[in-house]
């Protein structure tokens, strides 16, 4: 039997095995800050824009931690769903897999300035939640950075937290960025979306984030800003539990026929790291790039290439998860309408990423940004802004028994 075919398959067990239920009826946030979801929720929505203090919620990142409490991050946006202004980097716990939400807390606060980009990892051998973060003046826009208008001092920064309290309390944001980011580089975005903790191989127990850049233009050459052709991909990492940190893999081709922007990454079952991203507006037709890394992120093991099998995810940000377990497969989760932000779906892959298939829609209303969790051995959790006020929904889902092809 084919990858395709297998592929396919399993995309079909799973949709004859769902069986969606409304989601329960969100209650008004309770004295201790909570949303209730009801028992059994199929869906919680833990930000809601125009509430706690934040006009919008954008961005999400989650991880399940060793105690298997979910935390769910997100940018806090103040003065509005903008990109730029006075944003803080937020989350949200919750201690029963979705359901219910306690009170939101602070990670990282902008002060007036843009604290975004979460990409938090627990780390396999001690625990701790580890979350790297960018940030930059509250002024300054992406196209002035692109530009290089922006001084460095103002320009885009990263910084990196931890907590040992299962997301209880993190530290304070400590500056990375003269070990991550190179000379000339402008644009910098870490994730988003969780990072990865390598369990298997010479590398196990890296923390690995994938992230973009852009450079500057060579010189002589027209600046004219925001040049897509100099997005470029690549991964930062730490062999020590997130205390020190360096640069892996780079993507530096900047042809313009693919230009890699927003980048997953997920550690296969044979110990490779497969990577996924955004193209942001590459002449090859397709949305949608893949690569590999064959040592622990270090370098990539050949350049981004286009995944057509993804032609239906539009220009946006979107998630990977490996599942674990036997005959597990690689999940992505992103919106499922080419020419717009809509219908948030899964896609699966069972060979892998060489090519994935669809499983399932989980709305038809609008969607952009998501991130996945395994909650159980046969249960994901989606973490994905829906509806047009830009709020953040968990969606459970329910995956069939997983056994050999």
Aim: proline share 8%; net charge positive; aromatic share 6%.
């Amino acid at each position: 039997m084919t990858p395709l075919n297998r592929a396919l398959l399993t995309g079909l067990a799973l949709l004859a095995s769902f069986t969606p239920r409304p989601p329960a009826a969100h209650a008004g946030p309770a004295q201790a800050g909570l949303v209730q979801a009801g028992p059994g929720c199929v869906s919680s929505v833990p930000y809601v824009s125009g509430k706690g203090g934040y006009a919008a919620y954008r961005i999400p990142a989650v991880v399940r931690t060793r105690a298997g409490t979910v935390l769910a991050f997100a940018e806090g946006r103040r003065d509005g769903a903008g990109d730029t202004g006075d944003i803080d980097v937020v989350l949200r716990r919750s201690t029963d897999d979705g359901c219910t939400w306690g009170p939101l807390t602070v990670v990282a606060a902008g002060h007036g300035d843009t604290r975004g980009n979460p990409a938090p990892v627990v780390d396999p051998s001690t625990g701790a939640v580890i979350v790297v973060t960018c940030g930059n003046s509250g002024t300054a826009t992406e196209a002035q950075i692109m530009r290089g208008e922006v001084p460095e001092s103002r320009g885009r920064r990263v910084y990196v937290q931890r907590s040992g309290d299962d997301g209880r309390h993190f530290s304070r944001p400590r500056e990375i960025t003269a070990q991550v980011k190179r000379p000339g580089w402008r644009w910098y975005a870490t994730g988003p979306g969780h990072a990865v903790a390598l369990t298997r191989g010479p590398h196990s127990g890296r923390l690995l984030v994938p992230a973009d850049h852009s450079a500057a233009p060579p010189a002589g050459s027209h600046d004219t800003g925001r040049e897509p052709r100099y997005y470029g991909g690549h991964a930062l990492y730490s062999d020590d539990g997130g205390h020190t940190w360096h640069l892996g893999s780079e993507d530096a081709t900047y042809d313009g026929r693919t230009n890699t922007n927003e980048t997953s990454a997920a550690q296969l079952p044979d110990g490779r790291l497969y990577f996924s991203a955004r193209d942001q507006g590459g002449s090859t037709p397709g949305n949608r790039l893949g690569s590999y890394s064959d040592d622990g992120g270090l370098t990539l093991a050949r350049p981004y290439t286009v995944q057509p099998t993804l032609n239906a995810v539009p220009m946006v940000q979107a998630a990977l998860l490996q599942l674990q377990g036997p005959h597990a497969p690689l999940l992505l989760s992103a919106p499922s309408v080419p020419t717009a932000r809509r219908a948030m779906a899964l896609w699966s892959s069972t060979d892998a990423g060489r090519t994935f298939g669809k499983l399932l829609t989980l709305s038809d209303r609008p969607a952009a940004y998501s991130d996945l969790v395994q909650l159980a051995p046969t249960t994901v959790g989606v973490l994905y802004e829906t509806g047009a006020s830009a709020g953040i929904e968990f969606r459970r889902v329910r995956l069939p028994r997983l056994r050999p092809s």
